[in-house]
């Protein structure tokens, strides 16, 4: 029973990490997947059973894999999806550096 609960209180924080890592309040994604915004609350709080279908809706509108919110799939950070995104918005000639600057990190040379 207490790795049960343990197990539901982990998937309900890496659902709101999820959310808050994809910009969406919990009234955007109650909206969004046609439910009402304390049903979301609910759901973060760990005091409401997601569905397996509620559970892939949550995983497809906040860009991680299902696997990641059951804690399966450990490999897949939040972080980096944070990263990307902040990629994404930069110029090409800022994406070019910050290539040039990962390179000299993984040869262990500082960037000049």
Same mark, same amino acid.
């Given at each position: 029973?207490?790795e ?31 439910? *009402?915004?304390?049903?979301?609350? %609910?759901?973060?709080? /760990? ?6 279908? =509620? !559970?892939?809706?949550? +995983?497809? *509108?906040?860009?991680?894999?299902? %696997?990641?919110?059951? /804690? ?6 939040? =972080? !980096?999806?944070?990263? +990307? ?15 040039e600057?990962?390179?000299? !990190? ?7």
């Amino acid at each position: 029973m207490v790795e049960h609960t343990a197990r539901k209180r982990a998937i309900a924080q890496r659902l709101r990490a999820a959310r808050e890592q994809a910009g969406l309040t919990q009234g955007q994604i109650a909206k969004l997947l046609n439910m *009402h915004r304390p049903t979301v609350s %609910e759901i973060e709080a /760990g005091r409401r059973r997601v569905s397996a279908d =509620e !559970l892939a809706m949550f +995983a497809r *509108h906040y860009g991680v894999r299902p %696997e990641w919110l059951l /804690g399966e799939d450990e490999a897949v950070d939040l =972080e !980096l999806r944070l990263a +990307a995104r902040q990629f994404e918005k930069l110029t090409p000639e800022d994406r070019q550096r910050v290539f040039e600057f990962l390179r000299s !990190l993984a040869h262990g040379k500082p960037n000049q």
